[in-house]
């Protein structure tokens, strides 16, 4: 098999999501230069959008090829780093010998990386336990819209708590830049694929699913890991473990049931603070990281299209390529990064608070991108170095944690304490003045906007940061810093604001054995497609010491 790269065709002779199989079997003919009788077959590995000339779109394929004579071709093109041997992404899997009598493991956590490597456990034989402190999909999804429409809000079932994790209630972006030399994120595609995901996820190069459709398939993986003899259990919040001697023991619930294990996945989230302060007075050690903060920021969909495709933009291109979206980064002059972060397009901007009286804000869209605005966390990175030293707080590695607990109480009180969420049009907030009326964009966050002055909302340098960047993000994105525009605060959840470390061959916890950090919340990932691979190594470790 041979792996072909960058074969280039223009987009407007495209159907809906791809070229004609005619058309792309034309273009790989000419490529290779030989004979329709040389090539035996070809799939499409990876579609992408070529939009850095919007009068010239077009369509980018990767494709794995079988042909006659591979052998010739490869010594004909051995100069052409376009045609290549075509790598094995097939998933090896871990099997359970018979003879050996495991304890079952445990699985704390039911989102990505809760999920994939309880799967992961499942198919192996292992029939692990999953404690989810959440409800199931469905009944989460009624508590999470009895915060965004009654301003009511459940702190153990919502946005972050309950089945499907955080991402749930996202764009459903598949898409990842961590290295993955095994092509887990091979399997995470085909197992969504299989559970009802739409197949063009596994070739095109920014897939998403959007929220109701995750809804449906993150049901359809609990049946699988049930069928395989795994067991699934809601509303069973953790909230101690058990270690003697350094090797976790067991764990007890809140119910007051105690449970004995010596394998436990901790694939807990971002948001579990509470997780996170038991397992510090425990001794589990952990270290602060890393995060951003920032607002979230809506323009009119229609303004982003314009500024990206330009002459081309028509109502059949968009039906091709889709709502279009942007990344963006600005080194500020004080020394910090501001960039875009989790873009939604045509999505809304969506209450996600787990603790009583505290406002964050999160982006999410459908898998159709149809809403009128386009929303992107707009965040400015810090570190615990320089701004919650771990060693002068008194929350010690859990400082991040804590000024993210400050912010978000802040926003609360400046959004009315009643859930509304703070907001600010660009044009008054790059001229520090308070908001009064709202201009052309209707921002999209429920329960409501309270328009203020958003200058108190983060710390100085945050906000001098974001005043620098936004003129020049609009450089590069026409109207970027359109008056209208709105600014909701606050985003602090980005990522986890601390690491759960773990020795680096066995992933198990490097003082507690048989505890596995795993996923977003242990600080190993960051989204659906990273947790899931991380939640297939993690699984895979299990495994291996289980059978060890």
């Not at 596994?202 to 609990?222: A, K, W």
């Not at 919040?237 to 436990?264: A, F, K, N, P």
Request: proline content about 6%; hydrophobic content about 40%; some cysteine.
């Amino acid at each position: 098999m041979l792996r072909i790269t960058e074969i280039k065709l223009p987009i407007e002779q495209a159907d809906t999501l791809k070229h004609q199989d005619d058309q792309i079997k034309a273009a790989l003919l000419k490529r290779l230069d030989i004979p329709a009788s040389d090539l035996i077959q070809f799939s499409i590995f990876k579609r992408g959008v070529d939009a850095r000339k919007s009068h010239a779109i077009l369509y980018v394929y990767n494709l794995d090829v079988q042909v006659k004579n591979e052998a010739k071709i490869l010594a004909k093109f051995k100069k052409d780093p376009h045609i290549k041997p075509a790598p094995d992404t097939e998933y090896k899997a871990i099997t359970k010998d018979s003879h050996v009598n495991t304890p079952r493991p445990v699985v704390i956590g039911f989102g990505p990386a809760g999920i994939f490597a309880t799967l992961i456990l499942a198919q192996a034989g292992f029939k692990p336990i999953v404690l989810e402190r959440g409800k199931e999909v469905r009944k989460r999804t009624q508590d999470t819209w009895g915060l965004w429409r009654k301003s009511v809000l459940n702190p153990e079932s919502n946005v972050q708590f309950g089945e499907g994790g955080a991402g749930t209630f996202s764009d459903g972006k598949l898409y990842s830049q961590i290295k993955d030399p095994k092509h887990y994120g091979r399997k995470v595609i085909q197992e969504f694929v299989k559970a009802g995901a739409p197949e063009e996820i596994l070739y095109v190069s920014h897939p998403h699913i959007g929220t109701f459709r995750l809804v449906g398939m993150v049901e359809e993986m609990r049946r699988s890991i049930i069928a395989l003899g795994g067991e699934i259990r809601f509303e069973s919040r953790v909230d101690d473990i058990h270690i003697e001697r350094g090797q976790v023991q067991g764990l007890t619930l809140h119910s007051g049931e105690t449970i004995s294990t010596q394998h436990v996945v901790l694939a807990v989230g971002h948001s579990a603070r509470d997780t996170f302060e038991m397992l510090h007075k425990r001794g589990i050690y952990i270290e602060a990281k890393p995060f951003s903060i920032g607002f979230r920021m809506e323009h009119p969909q229609s303004l982003i299209d314009k500024a990206r495709y330009g002459k081309s933009l028509s109502s059949d291109l968009l039906n091709k390529v889709g709502a279009a979206d942007y990344k963006l980064v600005h080194h500020a002059k004080n020394g910090r990064s501001v960039y875009s972060f989790c873009m939604c397009p045509g999505g809304t901007v969506v209450a996600a608070a787990s603790e009583p009286e505290r406002v964050v804000t999160n982006g999410m869209s459908q898998y159709s991108r149809n809403e009128r605005n386009a929303n992107a966390g707009i965040v400015v990175g810090i570190t615990p170095e320089i701004d919650f030293p771990p060693e002068s707080s008194p929350y010690g590695p859990l400082a991040g944690m804590a000024l993210q607990r400050q912010l978000e109480s802040n926003a609360y009180v400046m959004g009315g304490s009643n859930y509304k969420a703070p907001g600010q049009l660009i044009g008054d907030f790059l001229a520090n003045r308070p908001s009064t009326q709202l201009g052309e964009v209707m921002p999209s966050y429920t329960p409501g906007v309270h328009l203020t002055n958003l200058d108190t909302a983060l710390p100085e340098f945050a906000i001098t940061a974001m005043r620098e960047a936004i003129p020049a993000f609009a450089k590069q994105i026409k109207d970027f810093d359109f008056p209208d525009a709105v600014l909701t605060g606050v985003e602090t959840r980005t990522s986890s604001p601390i690491r759960i470390k773990r020795d680096d061959d066995t992933l198990q916890s490097i003082n507690t054995k048989g505890l596995f950090p795993c996923g977003e919340g242990a600080g190993y990932a960051g989204g659906i497609l990273s947790a899931g691979v991380d939640g297939i190594k993690v699984a895979e470790a299990v495994v291996l010491s289980l059978m060890s």
